[in-house]
């Protein structure tokens, strides 16, 4: 269970550093359409982690 904690956390880092680099490179509107997309990505991670979690609870109430 620490190995999906420090995927978060380590999705966090990539997140804020992504969204460092982005304000460099990229107008205002397309920041927004960038924050919008990490957004969701970082939903749909999160989703799938607690999705590995709940498949790994009922394999362990099988055995």
Known sequence: MTTCSSSVDDR??????????????YQDDQQAKFRKLQVEVDSLLEHLQSLKQQRI???????
């Open 57 to 63: 609870a009922a394999t362990e109430v099988e055995e």
């Open 12 to 25: 966090m880092s990539q997140s804020t550093w992504a969204t460092r680099l982005t304000k460099a490179f």
